[in-house]
């Protein structure tokens, strides 16, 4: 079988870049979207990282760890930077990064406040288009400030087109492009388009600048920038070597220094120097004393003031290129952007032939777009960041016993898949899993080697604990990360027509560490039931489940007893799959097996005392609380808690099975000699259509209950996907009574109500694409084994009988809608918003928010999490390539 886009001038770089001919992905949109505001920048004793370095701060201080930027490109361990500043004469600062709320100043926690859209990218950023919008009057940082403030939680957010900026669409649409002619050499091209009715000024700044590494450990040799004539900059760094930005016919060359202006930020006496807000300083505020005369320093940009007409458009262009300046350096410029826009689409043809509809190939092309543009280089040594900078002041001593403590081995430097450069621009375990699902579509060698990052000995915990998220890295995550194996692994096998075996056998061995954790630290009581805190949930359930119970006892959690039978089901489908080559692998399998079917056993019957996760009366799955004193409680809040017990299913084929004949005599001994187990789990020994076997811990008729109450529309089943609360309990809230402790739990189908977690997250209605994800799959899986006669109601209560596959497609079908235009051209995620609707410079520029109302669609929650909601393109492929 032959790749399909191995033909395309694409796919020959990808296979460049992994055979190691060409270092195709040493360039990059690999900045972050922010640093400010983050734990890696957070010094202080309180670790409180949002008030130690502010958006305000941002400007004048130089970070440690990372940079950020408008549309930032650099190098994989970025010592070179590539951003865009504007001015448009109003503002009171130079727009250099975007602005948004932090998390106590959103009244649903910290919200980014401006607009971009990612629109295009390759892979290895041969070519890479985002848009960014800047409204021509002053941006309203105060207003958006303090009216986000006033609003309660029972309030939409103050968004920026509230504010009326954009009306009369007076504002520049400015549109950023990299094109490659080699891996070195980046063209850079700025589009700026006058969207309103008069002309007006911008002054547009393409700034370079190198990271800071040299303020923090003495000895290290300053790299310099340093004017040469009047349209190029040298760029001279000991690890990078030499390069140029070659600039047409700027207006001037302004230079300062990437260093913290100590006299703005701290109020010492003013010492002499160009500080990082420098040019800030000269453009906005006129002093001409803030940039260098000499024009060095490791921070510049370009001048241009440019008056453009309505309507019209002005293009600017720079050339990064190694070694010194070349008076050709723009003979070929436009011809290498068009041929390298060429080759984009040629890429997205071979990529999307199987896909008709023009408007999901514009969808799945964005959620690809924004998934690539948001990798981002990402440095963090913890036991340097607690300890402190030996060139810099020691931080105060409680840093070393507070957040993240327990992790001196992490260390890294590398381009990581961020869930959203701005909201999120640090990684997150689960997150992270989804992400590699959708990236394997189009570069599968940068999947698979981000899941092994993941699991190096400098990422994981010795003690096989894989790191949560950078707030908390000893938080637990769902167990995702052998189904993304098992995705990624399947992704390259239907399209090579062969997977790569040592991958999976390499994240196999690393899982085993991370599974044996899960064992030993979330079982208590060694009774194959795991609690595993809040699991990525957030504010899902009664109590805040990564805290210690309010009311004493333990939680018995659905959800982590759910996601373990799912890993452990991920596990023996990659041991039977190595098995194929090794035949020791048939004896692990057997291990997971058994170690399945005692979680399924637990799961029906908790610490022996014939009580179980699921609930007869209620056809459903719920947590349990086990006090004290004995007594059990049952928590009957229907949410996503009780429908995650389908994910734990896998389907075994009748080949699979015949290349492992010492793993099925076990299975079958088992199975004979543990009768009262096998009868807990689903059919492991009834063969289905095409003798194929199933393992799921939902047997039949739970699986059909649970399917009910799920593809009800006064309950989970919306118009868009799946609820992650039951619409029941809009009104008629889930309210929980004990001791003096009340606690209630209500479907809010948008924004959350709650405080937990910021406030930030809910998980209490809205649609979310990763577990939607999962219920899809799911149901393809029981689809396998039950066949095309099994059928079930869908909607319930509709009469309309559908087998389980056609139940999964049209889920699919729903998740789509999300961001397909219906019949009177409206997409959902937009909302009620008429110019996002309606205005044809806004309507067919996607944002992929991390959820969705319940009720509506609207897109809530973080606006650039094309993290995981870029599954849309997983479930759009999915669509076009059976025909559905």
Sequence with gaps: ???????????????????????????????????????????????????????????????????????????????????????????????????????????????????????????????????????????????????????????????????????????????????????????????????????????????????????????????????????????????????????????????????????????????????????????????RGAVNPARTGTKAAALHVVDVPPGGSVVLRARLCPGERRADAFSDFDAVLTTRIAETEEFFAALQAPIGDPDMRAVQRQALAGLLWSKQFYALDVTEWLRGDPAQPAPPPERRRGRNSDWHHLVTASVIAMPDKWEYPWFAAWDWAFHLATMALVDTRFAKDQLLLLCQPWMMHPNGQLPAYEWNFSDVNPPVHAWAALRIYAVEKARRGIGDRVFLEAVFIKLLLNFTWWVNRKDQGGRNVFQGGFLGLDNIGVFDRSRPLPVGGTLTQSDGTSWMAMFCLNMLKIALELARDDAAYQDIASKFFEHFLLIGGAMTNLADEGIGLWDDRDGFYYDWLLLESGEKVPLRLRSMVGLIPLFAVEILDEDLLAQSPVFVRRMEWYLTHRPELAALVSRPQTPGADGRRLLAVARAFRMKAVLARMLDETEFLSDHGIRAVSRVHRDHPYVFVRDGYRAEVRYTPGESDTGLFGGNSNWRGPVWMPVNYLIVESLDKFALFYGEDFEIECPTGSGVMMSLAEVADELRRRLTRLFLRDPAGRRAVFGDHAKLQDDPHFRDHLVFHEYFDGDSGRGVGASHQTGWTALVANLIDELAREGR
């Design 1 to 287: 079988m032959s790749d399909p886009l191995a033909p395309t001038a694409e796919g020959r770089r990808l296979a460049e870049a992994n055979a190691g001919a060409a270092p195709w992905r040493r360039f990059g949109p690999y900045v972050s979207d922010r640093q400010w505001g983050t734990v890696r920048e957070d010094y202080s004793a309180s670790g409180d990282a949002w008030s130690y370095l502010s958006h305000d701060a941002a400007r004048s201080r130089a970070y440690r760890w990372g940079e950020d930027a408008i549309g930032g490109w650099c190098d994989v361990g970025q010592h070179l930077c590539l951003g865009l500043a504007l001015w448009n004469g109003a503002d009171p600062i130079l727009k250099e990064r975007f602005f948004g709320l932090t998390n106590g100043e959103g009244n649903h926690g910290e919200d980014v406040k401006e607009i971009w859209h990612h629109l295009d990218a390759t892979p290895t950023h041969s070519y890479a288009r985002m848009l960014y919008k800047y409204p021509q009057a002053a941006f309203p940082y105060g207003w958006l400030v303090a009216e986000n403030r006033r609003r309660g939680r029972g309030d939409r957010e103050f968004e920026l087109l509230d504010t009326g900026v954009f009306d009369q669409d007076r504002y520049f649409d400015v549109t950023i492009e990299y094109a490659k002619a080699d891996p070195n050499d980046t063209l850079w091209r700025i589009t700026v388009t006058n969207r309103g009715d008069r002309t007006t000024r911008l002054t547009v700044l393409p700034q370079i600048w190198f990271r800071n590494t040299w303020s923090w450990t003495r000895g290290t040799e300053k790299p310099v920038l340093s004017a040469d004539g009047g349209a190029a900059i040298r760029a001279a760094h000991p690890l990078l070597g030499p390069f140029t930005l070659h600039l047409d016919v700027p207006d001037d060359l302004l230079f300062c220094e990437n260093e913290t202006n100590v006299h703005r930020l701290f109020g010492t006496p003013p010492v002499p120097g160009f500080f990082k807000d420098g040019i800030g300083d000269y453009v906005v505020n006129g002093f």
